[in-house]
């Protein structure tokens, strides 16, 4: 079965300092790759995904992705974070049959 | 277009009753999906569906049940509430099992 491990559970940051969260999986079969985010007090939003084709992935607010394969990881990165960006951050991939697998989530908080 | 919608937001129960939470989407998406989030845990899958009238467990489908008559509904029903199953429960859907899902508002369940 599918496991997904995101490393940092809590991470805290300055503003401008440049993130890179880190999600590794399990699955060595074709994945479908996912980074979803949840602000305080709201439901999950997805960040960006990868399906196939380039493994450099850009989402939505300066956030990309890039998928490793002989890494089996997906790690999500920013240049440069805002206030306004603290929120839980959670990676998900496909299982074996059709579901995706979310991992246990990274608290970002950024100080102003 | 209200998308997804979950009713009641916020409950309140004592253990042993039974409770049910409602899920409605309008997109007409295939699949649907209950999680509950608790913290520590991240998004744990307790039961999802590809189609009307069918169904499938999740990790954690113990002391819940699911039925899904129609397309657009899909509700949660703890048959015998315990305080272990106080959290928040979010209902998803997507157009496959493996492709991204859309999240809705979430239900927190207080089980007292």
């Given at each position: 079965?599918?496991s997904?491990?995101?490393?940092?559970?809590?991470?805290?940051?300055?503003?401008?300092?440049?993130?890179?969260?880190?999600?590794n999986?399990?699955?060595?079969?074709t994945?479908?790759?996912?980074w979803?985010?949840?602000?305080?007090g709201?439901?999950?939003?997805?960040?960006?995904?990868y399906?196939?084709?380039?493994?450099?992935?850009k989402?939505?607010?300066?956030?990309?992705?890039?998928?490793?394969?002989?890494?089996f990881?997906?790690?999500?990165?920013?240049?440069?974070?805002?206030?306004?960006?603290?929120?839980?951050?959670?990676?998900?991939?496909?299982?074996a049959?059709?579901?995706?697998?979310?991992?246990k989530?990274t608290?970002l908080?950024?100080?102003? | 277009?209200?998308?997804i919608?979950?009713?009641?937001?916020?409950?309140?129960?004592?253990?042993?009753?039974?409770?049910?939470?409602?899920?409605?989407?309008?997109w007409?998406?295939?699949y649907?999906?209950?999680y509950?989030?608790?913290?520590g845990?991240?998004?744990?899958?307790?039961?999802y569906?590809?189609?009307a009238?069918?169904?499938?467990?999740?990790?954690?489908?113990d002391?819940?049940?699911?039925?899904?008559?129609?397309?657009e509904?899909?509700?949660?029903t703890?048959?015998?509430?315990?305080?272990?199953?106080?959290?928040?429960?979010?209902?998803?859907t997507?157009?496959?099992?493996q492709n991204?899902?859309?999240?809705g508002?979430?239900?927190?369940?207080?089980?007292?």
């Open positions: 079965a599918q997904v491990s995101q490393h940092n559970h809590h991470v805290i940051l300055s503003e401008a300092a440049s993130l890179e969260l880190g999600c999986y399990s699955y060595g079969g994945v479908n790759l996912f979803y985010v949840q602000y305080p709201q439901h999950l939003q997805l960040l960006l995904k399906f196939s084709g380039d493994p450099l992935v989402g939505i607010k300066g956030f990309e992705a890039e998928f490793i394969k002989s890494k990881s997906f790690n999500l990165r920013k240049p440069s974070v805002q206030w306004s960006d603290t929120a839980e951050y959670f990676c998900a991939v496909n299982d049959d059709d579901k995706i697998i979310f991992g989530g608290r908080h950024i100080l102003p | 277009d209200a998308g919608t979950q009713s009641p937001r916020y409950k309140i129960t004592e253990t042993g009753r039974q409770v049910t939470l409602m899920c409605h989407q309008t007409s998406h295939s649907m999906f209950w509950r989030q608790d913290l845990h991240g998004l744990r899958l307790i039961y569906s590809a189609a009238d069918i169904t499938d467990k999740g990790e954690v489908p002391g819940y049940v699911v039925s899904r008559s129609k397309t509904n899909f509700p949660l703890l048959e015998s509430a315990t305080r272990s199953q106080t959290s928040v429960y979010f209902c998803a997507g157009l496959a099992g991204e899902q859309y999240f508002p979430g239900t927190r369940l207080t089980v007292t």
